[in-house]
């Protein structure tokens, strides 16, 4: 309302390098999840000999995030804040990376509890350099992926 009781109706001015920021980081975080789902296999080392599966759902150069679902009969991962990290491409080829746990909380998505995680990846490690191809590649594929709807044309 403006000073004289009637209805401020000041345009808003639309800033479209924002809008089209935004809709690329949309798209991009949409094509990671995609990708994380249906072509990578993201496994943790839990104690000596056993592997526990992770949903992987951010990667950057910096860091990650992962959820797991809420099991309060497996804390696995309270009692350490270092996590051996594979990201499987085939069957059996991985890229080891090393992670540290920055912060956790619960969520709940679809009806399930999880918990998410945020973490720092360990540059230092060989592999490092592997990992961060990966997120280029990962940022390049989101830009340029197309769904594909079933038409042949190019």
Not at 27 to 56: C, N, S
Not at 57 to 67: A, H, I, N, R, W
Not at 119 to 139: G, H, I, K, N, P
């Amino acid at each position: 309302m403006s000073k004289n009781g009637t209805t401020d109706t000041t345009n808003h001015v639309v800033d479209f390098n924002e809008v089209r920021a935004q809709k690329m980081e949309d798209k991009r975080r949409a094509a990671e999840r995609i990708f994380f789902k249906q072509l990578m296999g993201v496994y943790t080392v839990v104690g000596d000999h056993q592997m526990a599966p992770i949903e992987l759902l951010e990667v950057s150069d910096t860091g990650l995030s992962f959820q797991v679902p809420y099991n309060p009969k497996e804390s696995w991962l309270d009692s350490t804040t270092e996590l051996p990290l594979r990201l499987y491409f085939s069957q059996d080829t991985y890229i080891p990376v090393h992670l540290k746990v920055q912060n956790s909380r619960q969520s709940i998505q679809d009806g399930v509890r999880y918990v998410r995680y945020g973490c720092s990846v360990d540059r230092e490690v060989s592999s490092y350099a592997a990992f961060q191809q990966f997120v280029a590649f990962l940022r390049a594929y989101s830009e340029h992926a197309h769904r594909d709807k079933g038409d042949v044309t190019v």
